[in-house]
């Protein structure tokens, strides 16, 4: 039986030309079981007439706000109870925007205002509309209170273009809603993430650093989070907000981040480690200012205590993922570490190009575990983080 099967789902449709494809989303998930409701906005109406949804769903569907006879009926509290999960297919940038502001203008924002249940959003808009700060802000705050954010897919769009934006294909839009429904995959197991750069101190004004912005550890961080674990972020500096229901340390430096791990390994099942921690510290941090009167300056470099190696290492590991940033020799050098450091599975990126890895939105990863591996093609870093979530669940059950 689905996981869909007896569940009410209430379809939100916003006004954009993917429109169309929510007949045919609502037919697929009519399939799996579920009972459907429709919400269209006034805008959703210009492209779709909303007699099509009352054929398929065999219930009026509601538009009106401020409609006297349906607010007795089914008014827009009465749909926020009666639905168990929200979706919106397509959101338009204008609905996500409303929904991260908290605006109830209309029935649909009314609804998502007024429900408790699961709210899942699939963004569809042109690719330029997509990729703008205020979008992405917006989306970002919906993260971090837990909306699900499914797709956008990119390719050809309606608009003649072609990039990011357009509507998550249907059949995985219907997967990706049954997750609402599933058990969490790592419900109820503690997890320990590091994220972000070091900052190894030079003197009381410089250190050394890198360039990782967090982005990838604290995706993963929200994404195992919204899997159902416990989720502590051990957090170089960064300039992101703290995720979700995500206890977060602060860390700067590598010693730092080793004893904040360390403190967390007592009731720890999973040890993610994505922080690009720096591999050595000045030997010698300078009390004052250092002063530029020489021509050359010769700093004493130590080795840095490898964290994800120490954690391993322990009698009692917890299950271990690491990261291997590499810029040559990717899986050489990724199948190397996941032996050296006994871990149980590696996610290996190519750093140093353009719009992947380091400070990107964007990455790729080839994960690796003893005798498989799998490929994480180039993707959102939000949407990869729930794909190698997946895949560590499946493997941390495999060995338990
Ligand atoms: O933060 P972003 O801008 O989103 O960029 C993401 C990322 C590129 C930083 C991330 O995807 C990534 O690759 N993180 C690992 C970076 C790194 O330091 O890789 P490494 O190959 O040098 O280290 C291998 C593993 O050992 C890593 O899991 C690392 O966290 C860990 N390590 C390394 C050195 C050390 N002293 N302690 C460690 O725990």
Redesign the pocket.
Known sequence: MSELSGKKILLGISGGIAAYKSAELLRRLQDQGAEIRVVMTAAACEFITPLTFQALSGHPVAIDLLDTESESAMGHIELARWADAIVIAPATANTLGKLAYGLADDLLSAVCLASTSPLAVAPAMNHVMWSQQATQDNLNSLRQRGVHIFGPDSGHQACGETGEGRLMDTGALVENIKTLFSPPLLDGLKLTI????TYEAIDPVRFIG??????????LAQAAQQAGAQVTLISGP?SLPSPHQVKRIDVES?EQ??QA?LDTLDDCDIF????????YRVRQIAEQKIKKSADSLNLELVK????????AARADSPFTL?????TEKLEE?ALN?LQH?QLNM????Q?GQADS????EY?A?QVYWPGGHQALPRNN?HILARQLIQLLAEHYKKEQ
């Open positions: 590091t994220a972000g750069p890198n360039r990782s912005s967090g982005k990838m550890g604290y995706a960064t590598a981040m080793l791990s993610i480690a994505t922080a690009a921690v720096a591999d840095n205590p490898d964290i994800l190696a120490q954690v690491g990261f291997a940033a590499e050098h570490k450091k590696i996610a290996a990126n750093v890895g380091f400070n990107s990455n990863l870093k």
